[in-house]
């Protein structure tokens, strides 16, 4: 209908669906009861873990029933408070000379991480760090990632903003360490993407090969779906270039104290760190959602 659009998600027997049109919503809600045994829950305020706050200004989503669950089973409840998930010294490495401690546990631990990171990307690079020891963990390993868990305690409402009136130019952010995994001195990549201001994905993968420089590890951290392999750099620069030439990128150098990718392969010192999630738009609910303003 025009410049009208609509979205719609399946997942398994949930289905998710929107448009800038109210007509099409009803239109398409009445085929579907007509053609499948199915009920409408209304607005979308919780969907696989994930809660949707709606409001005239923008919507908000967060995880804080999820982040108070994995609290109450790891028996986290009482602990104190880290005001960062992981030390700017944390001395997590792969030498297995400390004590050995429960594997279940342990992975159980990092699994639910892994599911919180859908809209927390402040606690990404913490948790796939400590998620590279879930072989042979020890003592220094468990500890770092309990501090994952008093940094949640203290945080349990962030989450991501998505403000209503905004540009939505595309833009994407990408990064790399040299050599900064310590068991195989592999770079890892981090990036994210936005539409104007609206965080909508992000990355933190360990490369699959071992970059020769701060180049390779540059050119595969910006295109690591086409050619991940170092072997192929040439193929790599040619590639960016000519997407470049063509106009169908913009490539810009961003200063280190701009790169929002960052978060996802670096630790900060607290200012730092809360820099870098105000322009990622992780807030916390309380900034920006009343009660009163939900949207039923």
Same mark, same amino acid.
């Given at each position: 209908m025009?410049?009208?659009?609509?979205?719609?998600?399946v997942y398994?027997?949930?289905?998710?669906?929107?448009?800038?049109? +109210?007509?099409m919503?009803?239109e398409f809600q009445?085929v579907?009861?007509?053609?499948?045994?199915? #009920?409408?829950l209304?607005?979308?305020n919780f969907?696989?873990g994930? +809660?949707?706050?709606?409001?005239?200004?923008g919507?908000?989503?967060?995880? #804080?029933k999820?982040?108070?669950?994995i609290?109450?089973r790891?028996?986290?409840e009482?602990?104190?408070?880290?005001?960062?998930?992981?030390?700017? @010294?944390?001395?997590?490495?792969p030498?297995?000379?400390?004590?050995k401690?429960?594997?279940?546990?342990?992975?159980?631990i990092?699994? #639910?991480?892994m599911?919180?990171?859908a /809209?927390r990307p402040?606690?990404?690079?913490?948790?796939?760090l400590?998620?590279?020891? +879930?072989?042979q963990?020890?003592?220094?390993?468990?500890l770092?990632?309990?501090?994952?868990?008093?940094?949640?305690?203290?945080?349990?409402?962030?989450?991501?903003?998505?403000?209503?009136?905004?540009?939505f130019?595309?833009m994407?952010?990408s990064?790399s360490?040299?050599?900064?995994c310590?068991?195989?001195f592999? #770079?890892?990549?981090?990036?994210?993407?936005?539409?104007? /201001?609206?965080?909508?994905?992000w990355?933190?993968?360990?490369?699959?090969?071992?970059a020769?420089?701060?180049?390779e590890?540059?050119?595969?951290?910006?295109?690591?779906?086409n050619?991940?392999?170092?072997?192929?750099i040439g193929?790599?620069?040619h590639?960016?270039?000519?997407c470049y030439?063509?106009?169908?990128?913009?490539v810009q +150098?961003i200063?280190?104290?701009?790169?929002?990718a960052?978060l996802?392969?670096?630790?900060?010192?607290?200012?730092?760190?809360?820099?870098?999630? @105000?322009?990622?738009?992780?807030?916390d609910?309380?900034?920006v959602?009343?009660?009163k303003?939900?949207l039923?």
């Amino acid at each position: 209908m025009g410049d009208d659009i609509m979205l719609v998600q399946v997942y398994l027997d949930d289905i998710i669906f929107e448009s800038t049109d +109210q007509k099409m919503v009803d239109e398409f809600q009445d085929v579907m009861q007509k053609r499948f045994k199915m #009920s409408s829950l209304g607005a979308i305020n919780f969907f696989l873990g994930l +809660q949707v706050d709606q409001t005239e200004k923008g919507i908000f989503l967060h995880q #804080s029933k999820y982040v108070a669950d994995i609290l109450s089973r790891f028996k986290m409840e009482d602990e104190l408070i880290a005001k960062n998930p992981l030390s700017v @010294n944390h001395g997590i490495t792969p030498e297995n000379t400390g004590p050995k401690v429960n594997l279940t546990l342990y992975n159980a631990i990092i699994g #639910s991480l892994m599911y919180l990171t859908a /809209s927390r990307p402040d606690i990404i690079f913490a948790t796939c760090l400590c998620a590279r020891y +879930q072989a042979q963990p020890n003592v220094n390993h468990m500890l770092a990632v309990k501090k994952i868990m008093r940094y949640l305690k203290g945080t349990p409402s962030l989450g991501l903003w998505y403000p209503r009136k905004d540009e939505f130019d595309l833009m994407a952010f990408s990064d790399s360490d040299y050599g900064g995994c310590k068991r195989d001195f592999k #770079s890892t990549s981090e990036g994210c993407q936005f539409l104007g /201001s609206r965080l909508i994905s992000w990355q933190c993968k360990k490369q699959t090969a071992v970059a020769q420089s701060m180049c390779e590890a540059e050119y595969i951290a910006a295109n690591p779906v086409n050619h991940s392999n170092t072997k192929h750099i040439g193929i790599k620069y040619h590639f960016i270039r000519d997407c470049y030439e063509k106009k169908l990128i913009d490539v810009q +150098q961003i200063g280190t104290t701009t790169q929002r990718a960052d978060l996802f392969t670096k630790v900060f010192d607290r200012p730092r760190f809360l820099f870098l999630l @105000n322009v990622l738009g992780v807030k916390d609910r309380a900034e920006v959602v009343s009660n009163k303003e939900l949207l039923k």
